[in-house]
């Protein structure tokens, strides 16, 4: 199972002491990777950003010489950009990944101020660091002045029974969190734009690549040629979340059946025909789609039982393929039907696809079965209309023989 670090940030832009913190969640940790979650502040003033676009870049050549740390700006494909929602999001599109939060000091003991209240823990909607803390591994990392803020805050009280003295073990377990001993190092982005402004070269924490490239397209509005200094910044607030999560289930249920020898389909022609079917539903538009989502609903949940059925087959089932383009092509249907964009839904599956993740077609088929209930219910419709059309699947795995090994490409 692979241990990624989240660290989010709007790198804007990303300097030395962005790059030292990430060094020492790596080691002090232990994980195999740290993806820098390149993001945006709704709150601030949007003038105040270089494009996306152009922080990726910064992002990449600060550093390329660091194979582990990967900068990462997919999170404008997801529901929105709250903490909460992006990982709920990473968790069901890689379910072997253990992900983990990672932030400083000061964040944590401001934390319970992130009290968005949507998810549920233990049947009860809890303010959003509640769930995270209940459903990830956080690691708290110092930074010079706030350390006992963090011990005195409302997250350390609250979570006092899930805290952990070694870091480490963080990677081991699905939450909890823990206090990171870790080195400082003191820049900051806006001290160093302010700098880069007032005419001075050489910029402490600020790479020479970093600062030509700045001075050259003129961002933070060094000189007047760069005209719009952000693109426009959007989110997909007005998409349920439970479309995303059953984008992302049907997706590795896919895989998981390609993976394992049930279905012979490369990955190609799955997305080809979500691409297919995204374009000829959007060209239809919206006019009596919703009389198409109990039918879409079915096809996919029929596809997932067919994942099962497979299981105790031998050889490739033909049938099965069939059955898989169809639930991607109904898939991409509710995704017109929800308002979720193409290139944002194709970057998911892309994602998906191309990840070492791999679960066992049994649990894909399980989980599957779940987030198909869970959208049914989010958009109206009657949950037992999925369960009828599994009714020959029960809980847990329904067929217990052994799975083919993955071929290797």
Same mark, same amino acid.
């Given at each position: ?6 660290? @989010? @940030?709007?790198? +804007? ?72 929602? !992006? ?9 072997? =990944? ?10 944590? *003991? ?24 209940? +459903? ?11 350390r006992e803020d963090a011990r005195n805050g409302i ?33 900051? !982005?806006?001290a160093i734009k302010e700098q880069l402004r007032a ?31 952000? $693109? ?28 394992? +020898? ?18 000829e539903a959007h060209a239809r538009g919206k006019i ?21 059925? *497979? ?17 991607? @092509? ?27 993740? $791999? ?8 989980? +599957?079965?779940?987030?198909? *209930? ?14 009828? =059309? ?20």
């Amino acid at each position: 199972m692979r241990r990624i670090g989240i660290i @989010g @940030g709007s790198f +804007n832009p990303i300097h030395d002491g962005h790059v030292h913190i990430m060094d020492e969640a790596y080691e002090r940790i232990g994980l195999d990777e740290v993806w820098m979650w390149i993001s945006h502040n709704i709150f601030k003033d949007p003038s105040t950003y270089a494009p996306i676009e152009l922080r990726r870049t910064l992002c990449d050549q600060h550093t390329k010489d660091r194979p582990w740390l990967k900068p990462q700006d997919f999170e404008s494909a997801f529901h929105d950009t709250r903490t909460a929602s !992006s990982m709920r999001t990473l968790k069901e599109m890689f379910p072997e =990944t253990e992900f983990i939060w990672v932030f400083g000091d000061d964040n944590f *003991a401001s934390f319970h101020t992130w009290d968005d209240v949507r998810y549920e823990v233990d049947g009860q909607k809890v303010p959003d660091w509640q769930y995270i803390l209940h +459903n990830f591994s956080v690691a708290v990392m110092h930074r010079q002045g706030y350390r006992e803020d963090a011990r005195n805050g409302i997250a350390a009280k609250y979570g006092a029974t899930l805290q952990m003295d070694d870091p480490t073990a963080l990677s081991t377990r699905r939450r909890g969190w823990s206090f990171v001993n870790n080195d400082t190092m003191a820049y900051s !982005s806006t001290a160093i734009k302010e700098q880069l402004r007032a005419g001075k070269t050489n910029v402490e924490g600020l790479s020479t690549d970093a600062e030509n490239f700045i001075r050259d397209r003129g961002l933070y509005r060094l000189n007047n040629e760069f005209k719009n200094n952000v $693109l426009p910044h959007s989110t997909n607030h007005d998409v349920r979340i439970e479309t995303f999560l059953l984008l992302a289930n049907t997706a590795n249920l896919a895989k998981s059946a390609v993976a394992h +020898n049930l279905a012979n389909m490369p990955y190609e022609v799955l997305k080809q025909q979500f691409s297919q079917s995204w374009d000829e539903a959007h060209a239809r538009g919206k006019i009596g789609m919703s009389a198409l989502v109990p039918a879409g609903l079915s096809y996919c949940a029929q596809a997932s039982q067919d994942v099962a059925v *497979a299981q105790s087959l031998d050889g490739r089932s033909t049938s099965l393929s069939s059955a898989l383009l169809r639930s991607m @092509g109904r898939l991409a249907t509710l995704c017109v039907y929800e308002n979720l964009e193409k290139h944002r839904a194709m970057q998911i599956l892309d994602l998906i696809f191309e990840a070492p993740d $791999l679960t066992s077609p049994d649990k894909a088929f399980t989980t +599957n079965r779940n987030v198909l *209930a869970e959208y049914a219910l989010a958009i109206g419709e009657e949950p037992s209309m999925i369960l009828k =059309t599994l009714h020959k699947i029960k809980e847990g795995a329904p067929y217990t023989c052994a799975h083919r090994k993955p071929e290797n490409s």
